[in-house]
């Protein structure tokens, strides 16, 4: 029967990095090769030069992949910092203070999470239009510092911290402000690090909401860039599979490292409260 079960994650494990390891060694093949049929699984030369002509690409005023790479990678941390500070303060309010309308607030909240992004997707762009905020990092960070899930996730996990502690706090004579900071968030770890990395790899895979408000070649995110390779007659997809590449690495090796807390924090969040 154990042997069964690791044959089966061996099968599973299979099926789900072939398309990644097949990903990978076409960024070593010419154009030709990735298209021709019948498929060939290793490259008949390995071009490593595939990489460097990625990394070198340069459309002029600014848009070079190095800076599309730092967009992307600025707009994902500080969005999900933003995120994991803005949902913390709404999650411990709605999982310990008591205020009028708290419940309503609440659902209606949560309602919130039932529209699709599409719908609102036209409107916020109408919005940023009339606060000029069209071409600015602004029209990406501001929607993004916080959102329902984020506040429903924390506030499960918070939920789920005993309130002894919190009694203990107030007998010393402790503030809410400083039960929040020094009790509530040190042991919210596991969940402040999972709504991060959600949030990190949500703005990193950002394609729609980038490619509308951002039409400067500088401003450009990875996934957007991508675009330039793929072109009115020919599609380039060695390079394309190499800015694919880039822009895969940093989740998986955020996922791979953080994974424990990630795992964690979200198996409190889902069974408690």
């Not at 004579?173 to 039960?179: E, Q, V």
Request: charged share 10%; proline share 4%; with cysteine.
């Amino acid at each position: 029967m154990l042997i069964l079960r690791y044959l089966i994650l061996a099968a599973i494990s299979v099926i789900l990095f072939t398309p990644f390891i097949l990903s990978f060694l076409g960024t070593f093949k010419t154009n030709i090769e990735i298209i021709s049929w019948p498929p060939k699984f290793f490259p008949a030369n390995w071009l490593w030069k595939n990489w460097l002509d990625t990394w070198t690409t340069d459309l002029g005023r600014g848009g070079t992949f190095p800076r599309w790479l730092f967009n992307t990678a600025f707009l994902a941390v500080l969005t999900g910092t933003l995120q994991v500070l803005f949902c913390a303060m709404g999650g411990y309010a709605f999982a310990r203070l008591k205020f009028r309308g708290k419940n309503i607030i609440f659902t209606f909240m949560l309602s919130s999470m039932m529209l699709p992004g599409i719908v609102s997707l036209v409107p916020k762009y109408v919005f940023m239009a009339k606060i000029h905020l069209i071409n600015t990092y602004w029209a990406l960070i501001l929607p993004g510092a916080v959102d329902a899930f984020g506040i429903f996730l924390l506030t499960q996990y918070f939920k789920s911290i005993p309130g002894e502690l919190e009694d203990a706090c107030k007998i010393d004579g402790a503030s809410y402000l400083d039960i929040f900071r020094n009790v509530i968030i040190p042991l919210s770890g596991p969940a402040l690090l999972t709504l991060f990395i959600l949030k990190f790899q949500s703005m990193w895979n950002n394609f729609m909401e980038a490619l509308l408000y951002l039409s400067k070649v500088s401003m450009w995110t990875l996934n957007v860039a991508l675009m330039t390779f793929q072109q009115q007659y020919q599609t380039k997809w060695n390079l394309t599979l190499v800015g694919a590449m880039f822009n895969a690495f940093p989740v998986l090796l955020l996922f791979f490292i953080f994974s424990k807390y990630y795992m964690e924090g979200v198996s409190y969040s889902g069974l408690k409260g």
